[in-house]
């Protein structure tokens, strides 16, 4: 089931992670306080704006099998297929499909979700604060979700330095982090959740437009975690092109490790 919220300016303010968006800027906290202000300038005439961020989330069935999560909705105009993963190279040979069970038990809810500000911005201040506006909404959307949408953690009370350092059961791996690190992942998961209509188009190197959005898998498993995946060998390379339905040359400039 698919769930689309929209979040205010004023909603986001608590989730704005500071420290991302003055370590863009390559300063310290403690002498950023002019850098602040204009921020507060700019968020606030925002608000007066009535702008805001989309989310959107699809929870559905999953299965692993082996390094493939394995999603097979049964209600209609459910997502049905195969997102391929790749496997930690070192121990303890981690991979995100391990966090589902496996193909015959009883599957479990993943979800899949986008976050995006659908307004344009100028210069490198209202960029910076538009990707952290994004980050936010995932923030607060992957809040919403563990609550209410999914469920798992009604009575979960987080604040948000909490909810930063990653307190609460389960994990967001965002395309593009270590543990997730194919790129034409994103491609998957714009079919899934349909980014045309949240008004997100794709480049052909897989980019995000607007710029400021982000997507990616969302675990409750109590033992899912963050970890990289390493250098990975040319088998390891040219199984994964072949599960992923794409020659290697073609998959091989999308992944964001050695090989």
């Excluded at 698919?2 to 403690?30: A, C, D, M, R, S």
């Excluded at 300038?41 to 959107?56: I, P, S």
Aim: charged share 20%.
């Amino acid at each position: 089931m698919t769930h689309n919220l929209q979040f205010t300016i004023q909603q986001l303010l608590p989730y704005i992670n500071w420290v991302y968006f003055y370590h863009t800027w390559g300063i310290k906290e403690e002498s950023a306080s002019e850098l602040r202000n204009e921020a507060g300038t700019v968020l606030r005439q925002w608000a007066d704006e009535g702008r805001h961020a989309n989310f959107r989330v699809s929870l559905m069935p999953a299965n692993s099998n082996g390094e493939d999560i394995v999603i097979t909705s049964s209600y209609e105009g459910g997502w049905n297929g195969i997102i391929p993963l790749l496997r930690q190279q070192h121990p303890p040979y981690l991979c995100l499909s391990d966090f589902l069970p496996p193909a015959g038990m009883e599957p479990q809810t993943i979800g899949i979700f986008a976050s995006s500000v659908p307004f344009a911005v100028q210069g490198l201040l209202e960029q910076t604060l538009a990707d952290r506006l994004a980050e936010a909404a995932a923030e607060l959307g992957h809040q919403h979700t563990r609550r209410k949408l999914w469920g798992y953690a009604p009575d979960e009370d987080l604040t948000p330095q909490e909810l930063f350092a990653e307190r609460y059961q389960g994990k967001r791996p965002a395309v593009g982090y270590p543990s997730l690190p194919d790129q034409s992942l994103i491609f998957v998961l714009a079919d899934i959740l349909d980014f045309k209509d949240m008004g997100i188009t794709l480049t052909e190197t897989g980019a995000m437009i607007p710029h400021a959005s982000t997507a990616g898998l969302m675990l409750s498993h109590p033992k899912a975690q963050h970890f990289s995946i390493g250098t990975i060998g040319q088998d390891q390379l040219q199984q994964y092109a072949q599960r992923r339905g794409v020659p290697v040359g073609e998959i091989r400039p999308f992944i964001k490790v050695k090989y």
